[in-house]
Every structure is written in C-alpha cells, then in structure tokens.
C-alpha cells in the first residue's frame, strides 16, 4: 500500500500538488465567504427570534439539497467555473457556522448578560465586551465543522469545471484508474484532517483565557 | 436621593409583582428591602436602573424622572451588584473591575490606579489579584470583587440585589462586617435586597418589609423589632431574633 502510494506520487505529484492548491483555494474562500454572510447574520438574529426560525429553517433546507443537485442548479444563472463552484459551496459552510453563532451567544447565560446591561452596556458593547467572547469557542467549532464539510463536497465542484482534487477523481471514475481516484481521494481525507487540527488548535488560541478547560 | 411615586409593575402574564409602592429613600441611607421570596423585591430594585420598566408611577433620583434619562447612562452612574455574582468569566480580575470606567473612557493609568485603589480596600493585594481570573477566586473573593465593580466609579447609589446570599455563613458574615465599615467610610445610598433577617437587623439604617408587591412596614431595626405593625411582621423576624436582638440592644 505504502509503495503503491509512493508510486502514484511519483506518477501524479504536480498534477496533485496543482489540484491541491485549487482545492485549499475553493474550500478557503467559499467558508471565508460564508462567514462573512453567517457571523453577522447570526448576531443579527440574536434579538430577532420571530425571524430565527424561518432564516434557520431556510438555510437548512438549502443543506438538504444534493450538491451535485445544486452545482446543477446554479449552472444556468452562473454557468461554470469556479464562480459558481464558491457560490454552492458557500452556501453549504452557512449552516453550522450561522447556527453556532446564533446559538452561541443565545446561551451564553443570562446572569452576564444582566450584569453587562446592569453596568450599563450599550446593545453593541454587550456584545463586544461579553456575548462574543463567550460564544467565541461556539462560533470556531462551527466554522471547523463548516470547513471540514466544505473540503469534502469541493471534491465534486470539479463537475461543474472548478478544478481541485475532485478533477483527479472524476478523471479516474471515467478511465476507471484506480491510482488517479486514490490521487484525488487521499489527499483530501488528510486535507480535512489537517484543516480539522488547525481549527482545534487556533479555537484553543481565541477562547478567551478565563474559560479555557486545561 | 431615590423616590418611588406610587410605581406598580405588571407582568406580560398579567401578575402584579409590585403595587403601588411609594418610599423616599434618603442621601446615604442604608435601606434594606427584604419579604419573602416573590414579593418582588428583585422587580422593584431592577426598576431604579431601568432594566425593568413600571408599569405605572414614576422613579426620581435626585429630582429626576428616571424614564427622562437615558438608560445606558443612567446604569453607569448607579453601582449594581447581583446575587450570582455575575463577573465576566473571560476577563481578568482588573479588566472586571474596570469595566464602567472603560465604558466611560478613562485613561489607562487612571484605571490601573482605581484598580488598586479598590482591591487595597478589600485587602486583596493587587499584585497576586489583578491578573487572575474570577474562576481562580473563592466565592466570598469573587463577590469582594463584585462589590469593588459597582464602586469602580464612586456612584453614589448603589443597588445590590442579595449579593451575600450564595456565600457560606462564615463568608457571609466576614463580608457583612466589612462592607458595613466600607459603607460607613464611603458614605454612599444603598438600596440592598435580602431575605435574611439577621442581615437586615445587622445593616440597615432601614428596613422595608414587604409581602405581595406591597410595603408591610417602614422602619428602623429598633422600630421593627419593638414594635412590629403586624402578625405577619413580628412572624417573619421570629420571636427568638427579637429576644436576641433586645438583649444584645441592653447590653
Ligand atoms: N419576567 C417575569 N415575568 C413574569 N413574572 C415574573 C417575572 N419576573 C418575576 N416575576 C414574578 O413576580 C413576582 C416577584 O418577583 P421578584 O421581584 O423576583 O421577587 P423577589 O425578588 O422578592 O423574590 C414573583 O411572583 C415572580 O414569579
Ligand atoms: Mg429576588
């Protein structure tokens, strides 16, 4: 096994270094995106529950839908491309990152919350000096989730001619080589392996050092 | 200094919690509010900073209807202390006492020199304490800290909400001591809320008995205890405690 995949390096090592950096590219950006769409969406919700159920319950029927479904139907509004690829893919990394940020600060406990208030806290500095610090840890598991899944559906953005590691893998489908599937497949189980311990280790870095576990 | 014009509150559900309740709290007065649990002592004292809204009647500090200000800036200039203690888990011990005068914008040196002011006050030398975190404090510290938050910028009401009562005994009553010698030194209003008898005999200059949203009697520890306006009254200081308290007021 060892050699066979030394063997596949040495066969496919600059198309897989290429297809690797499209990949990190695609999944970096699109949960970039999405955070920049979920963080304060999540906020913004926070003291809007009429509307939380609904924007939640939106985002997660879009989770419900087939990537492969999706790539399909954004192509005739963006075509393809890799445009279209961090679209879909953006979507997907919304859920659990605006979901951890909702629900983060909803639980950081009441009794802060009375006494930021109590000393007179403005709405916003609330939420600088004591909701999202608290819910911080919250938020970062949820962007590792986001990004985790993220790696993995990126692999099929290469239908829609996006590129990344699932371009090894869709070629090695249609010529039925095993090596060029296994080319694409390794290398992102330990890109999201590695995104995965990144995450963990800079979650531990941002929680806030009075409610950091040991 | 603080007066309560006939203010009631009724929740959304449609219970009174406060019924036309009318008190003039006088300039450096200790008042203790205390009744049994539920009868709303936490509802009026939350309505002095605005954090509950009456639904009838009207809150003057200093002359002023409080509903005229604005609620942010009202709260800062009233020290507020809760039971649970409530201090910022993510912040330092410095960083929780000088939060109001952050919000206020004070200069670094300024606060550090609060800081230590404060914390010299509760003998907490700031050297050990300032950077530690409040999970690294005993309880009885962490509520020493909580007091020392509401004094940060000398307001001169201060509004505390049982703040002894999740400590032990012992705790509870090494602090008691101490802040009746820090509230004598400040000269500051208070309005404290209790249930413990012992402690409103041990603190108040006086004490406001309450029951159902309504004040059951007005007075001094001595007027209380010698002349109870009612049943209910003479009952909930207990017959003992008024032996006690007669004997050790003779000796
Ligand atoms: N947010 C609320 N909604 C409805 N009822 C409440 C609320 N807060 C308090 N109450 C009720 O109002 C009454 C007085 O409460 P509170 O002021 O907290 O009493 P105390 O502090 O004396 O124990 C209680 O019966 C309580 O259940
Ligand atoms: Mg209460």
Redesign the pocket.
Known sequence: MNIELFEIWAKHGDTMLKALGEHVFLAVTAVFLGMLVAIPLGIWLVDRDRYAKYVLGGVGVIQTIPSLALFGLVLPFLGIGTRPALFVLMLYSILPILRNTYTGIKEVSPVYVEAGKGMGMSRFQLLGYVELPLALPVIMAGIRISIVYIIAWATLAAAIGAGGLGDLIFGGIAVYDYDLIMAGAVPAAILALVASWLLGALEKVVTPKGIRRS | MVIFDRVS?Q???G?E??KEFSLEVKDGEFLV?I????????????MVNRL?EPTSGTIYIGQKDITKEDPVKLRREIGYVIQDIGLFPNMAIEQNIDIVPRLLGWSKEKRKQRVDELLSLVEMDPEVYAKRYPSELSGGQQQRIGVLRALAVEPPLILM??PFGALDPITRDNLQEEFKVLQKKLNKTIIF?T?DMDEALKLADRIVL?KD?EIVQVGSPDELVNSPADEFVSTFIGSSRMENYKRSETR
């Open positions: 509150k929740y959304e559900d219970h919690a406060v509010m009744g049994p649990s539920g009868c709303g002592k936490t509802t009026t004292l939350k509950i909400d049982e809320v249930h309450m949203g």
